[in-house]
């Protein structure tokens, strides 16, 4: 069986995104057609990896040991629930040009060799080191698989360069040192991979915004006295799992006195006539991942809630209109506000609230946009990145307030939004 993973079938032309910009950026159905090219799911896998393997070239180091499963995902193309998310549980390692080896819990490396015929089976391994701490470091779980991963970058040749980890609880730290190996930051390395998306994540990502759109009309019929936060949460948990969602990670629902400051998260708390209200959808289809702010007024809305939405709006559609390759993230950051001018103290105090990250496999990628760190530390935007830019402007009113995210996919000449639910002008849901 050939291995579409292996390094004789990388190519140089396997970094190659394949992006299309003629056209509306599509987002096509969820099924396999034969009448129809969707999603390459073979040409995602080898761009994911040739990304990795270039990434890793061009740091100083020769080995990556991943702990962190969006990168786990990136590299080796598996995933095993979204259970596993918080328990560090399974690891891969990628060494130089070497296949990826990729260590799993219990039988799912069984199911690995079975059904991802792009790994070798021989690496395909059961393992499993501390799930946090509650298989104890003494049990040597740690020091025998520090000792196999040491003995697998030596056969490789890559003994006397640095290993880069990601994150693994600090016991596992201590093992590779153990066993001779410089350990660096390894997230640094794989960020950088992951900064660009090819064609196929793209699709993915706008697959994924338009589950959304769909969630927002419900919320727009829905809106009501009567009516709880945590009832739209459930409701949109629901479409979005009946729609082919793999992780429904967080939905916040804020509404009346609760918008200023904005909590981030939702509550049992009633819908009340001339509530503002703003939601936030963080999802993922395939991995890929929406962050997807709106706010609606209920029945009706005062001149200071309008207000308040106007401003975000005008912030957002200015970060928007500076959106292009080449442009620099603190010239984006530069035309938000300063923290002092809507209401807070510094702009740590801020932070979040005028901002912009990438997505992709997780929800916070590069670049992140922000004043609190761009207009220091800026950096290039770049053709095929994604990313969501958010603006919130507090209400005059002293507690209501407007939250508006777009969702961009940065093309050859500017950026096209696939956040599509209508958001120019505050949305009045069941009005009066």
């Not at 049990?139 to 697998?152: H, P, S």
């Not at 915004?209 to 009309?217: I, K, L, P, R, T």
């Not at 970060?319 to 035309?335: C, H, L, Q």
């Not at 530390?377 to 053709?383: S, V």
Request: glycine share 6%; hydrophobic share 40%; charged share 25%.
């Amino acid at each position: 069986m050939s291995r579409a993973l292996t390094p004789n079938v990388l190519t140089p032309q396997d970094l190659d995104p394949q992006w299309r910009w003629e056209k509306r950026l599509p987002a096509h159905g969820h099924t396999s057609v034969d009448f129809e090219r969707r999603i390459d799911h073979d040409r995602l896998r080898r761009y994911r990896l040739s990304r990795a393997r270039q990434a890793l070239k061009n740091s100083p180091a020769g080995t990556l040991l991943l702990f962190d499963v969006n990168n786990i995902r990136y590299v080796s193309a598996t995933k095993i629930g979204e259970w596993e998310r918080d328990k560090m549980c399974r690891f891969c390692l990628l060494t130089g040009d070497d296949s990826p080896y990729v260590w799993d819990f219990g039988s799912a490396a069984v199911h690995h060799k079975k059904f991802a015929d792009w790994l070798e089976p021989d690496h395909c391994r059961a393992g499993v080191v501390g799930m946090r701490g509650t298989i104890p470091p003494e049990f040597g779980l740690m020091r025998k698989y520090a000792r196999e991963i040491a003995g697998l970058i030596k056969d490789a040749g890559m003994a006397d360069m640095p290993v880069g980890v990601d994150y693994a609880e600090t016991a596992m730290f201590h093992a590779l040192q153990e066993e001779g190996l410089n350990v660096i930051d390894g997230q640094q390395i794989m960020l950088a991979a992951r900064e660009i998306k090819n064609w196929d994540e793209i699709q993915l990502l706008t697959q994924a915004a338009s589950m959304v759109d769909g969630v927002y009309h419900m919320i727009y019929e829905e809106l009501k006295p009567g009516i709880r936060e945590n009832d739209i949460v459930a409701l949109s948990n629901k479409m979005l799992y009946e729609m082919g969602s793999d992780d429904v990670e967080a939905i916040n629902a804020i509404s009346g006195e609760r918008c200023n400051p904005h909590p981030h998260n939702f509550t049992d708390r009633y819908f009340r006539p001339g509530d503002q209200a703003f939601f936030d959808i963080l999802q993922s289809y395939q991995g890929y991942r929406t962050c997807y702010y709106r706010t609606f007024n209920i029945g009706r809305s005062t001149p200071a809630q309008n207000d308040a939405y106007v401003k975000a709006r005008e912030w957002i559609d200015a970060s928007i209109a500076m959106i292009k390759p080449g442009v620099s993230t603190d010239k984006v950051a530069e035309v938000w506000p300063k923290a002092e001018e809507f209401g807070f103290p510094s702009e740590e105090a801020a932070f979040g609230l005028q901002f912009g990250h990438g997505l992709g496999l997780a929800l916070h990628e590069r670049p992140i946009i922000s004043r609190a760190i761009s207009l220091d530390h800026p950096m290039e935007i770049q053709t095929g990145m994604v990313f969501a830019l958010e603006t919130y402007c507090p209400a005059a009113d002293g507690f209501s307030a407007a939250r508006i995210e777009e969702e961009v996919v940065v093309t050859e000449t500017g950026c096209e939004v696939i956040s599509l639910f209508p958001a120019e002008e505050l949305p009045i849901a069941n009005r009066y």
